[in-house]
């Protein structure tokens, strides 16, 4: 584990490494859950096994003891100092995350030099709240993008886009299944170029 100073407090790193890794893919948590969820699980383990070394980030809200998370702005700059730190240069990057975490990343993708992004559970609207939509983060990303969203999720559900592949799995928004998460994730990794 590492522990990273950022400009909001300390965030921790679980790093995954592997020998001779083709590509790393970051991923955050959701707002109020952590590194271990099972999609987070089943997409690091697709990652591994596609020859990728993984790093599983804490915001420093979480690594503090909050549950609330920090305002959008400090989860930005606290994911953009984390990626800045890895050890990662010389490799082609994934960023993504569930949830809250997916937002991140879709928010910071240009900025951290991401090929690719991949979004767990994408809140597209607040539940019963389609007219808060959160379409527009992902849209604004410009690289390939897997989206991997339960198919009950009261969150919604986002359409394909141009750059954007949607994979609905059975469950809601706190996708259990790692395994299915893991084929999805597998899936789209083996057509991926990102060298």
């Known amino acids: 584990m590492l522990e990273l100073e950022t400009p909001h407090g300390i965030a921790r790193v679980r790093l995954l490494e592997v020998e001779s890794a083709s590509a790393a893919l970051v991923l955050g ?31 420093p809200y979480r690594v503090a003891g909050r549950r609330a998370p920090a305002p959008a702005a400090q989860l930005d700059a606290a994911w953009v100092s984390v990626v800045s730190q890895l050890p990662f240069e010389e490799l082609s990057l994934i960023v993504g ?23 767990l559970a994408f809140p597209v609207h607040p539940p019963g709240r389609p007219e808060k939509s959160r ?11 897997l989206v991997v969203q339960g198919e009950r999720d009261p969150f919604g559900l986002p ?15 706190s996708l259990r299944a790692s395994g299915t998460v893991q084929s999805a ?6 057509g991926l170029q990102v060298t």
């Open 159 to 173: 359409p394909p886009g141009p750059n954007r592949i949607v994979v609905t799995v059975p469950g809601t928004h």
């Open 29 to 59: 948590h959701g707002a109020g859950g952590g590194i271990d969820s099972p999609d987070l699980t089943g997409a690091a383990r697709a990652a591994q096994e596609a020859g990728m070394s993984v790093a599983l980030v804490e915001q």
């Open 185 to 190: 994730v597998s899936d789209w990794l083996t």
């Open 135 to 145: 379409l527009d983060e992902l849209d604004g990303v410009e690289v390939p993008t």
């Open 97 to 119: 995350g569930r949830s809250s975490g997916a937002r991140v990343a879709c928010r910071t993708a240009a900025e951290v030099g991401a090929k690719a992004v991949l979004c």
